[in-house]
């Protein structure tokens, strides 16, 4: 079995039950295997490296004090509909410090460029189009302090879910 895995914070339960319905009907392959979640790092270190990845992680994770995080926009790729914060300075900023020290690791394998744009999928999209015929509910507010990040460790050709494999916390 191939495993991989992948650096997220994950929201709240407000969101998660915000997003549980969406997800559930619009991401069923996402929703079976990982909590509603912005992603960080995808693929991240491979399953061998975590442990030392999380040593890193810790040090990084220790200079970044805790931020408050509102999500409460909706917005879309051509293949996805989500949600998106609305100062996303912070989060960027983590993102930044952690990708410099893994530099071997783009999110989605540099497939959306180098540029990092936080979002929580709500639902995947086969054709832009689609989008229209999802009806969302009115565009939420979710403010909430992201106060650690998750390694998840799992087989992207498996059905099977991520399991967390370590939560490395911000600030002292």
Known sequence: MNL???LLIVPPRPVQSFAF????THDAESFNRVPAHITLLYPFVPPDQVEEAEKVL??????CTPFMLTLDRYGQFEDA???EPSQPEKIIELFTKISEAFPDYPPYEGERG????PHLTL????KPAQAKKIKLPPEPEFTFEVKQ??????APDDDTPFIPRAVIPLGE
């Open 21 to 24: 319905p969406i997800r559930e």
């Open 123 to 126: 639902a995947k999209l086969d």
């Open 58 to 63: 810790a040090k990084i994770c220790k200079k």
């Open 4 to 6: 991989e895995s992948t």
């Open 114 to 117: 180098k540029g990092f744009h």
């Open 81 to 83: 509909l989500f949600l």
């Open 149 to 154: 990040i998750h390694i998840y460790l799992g």
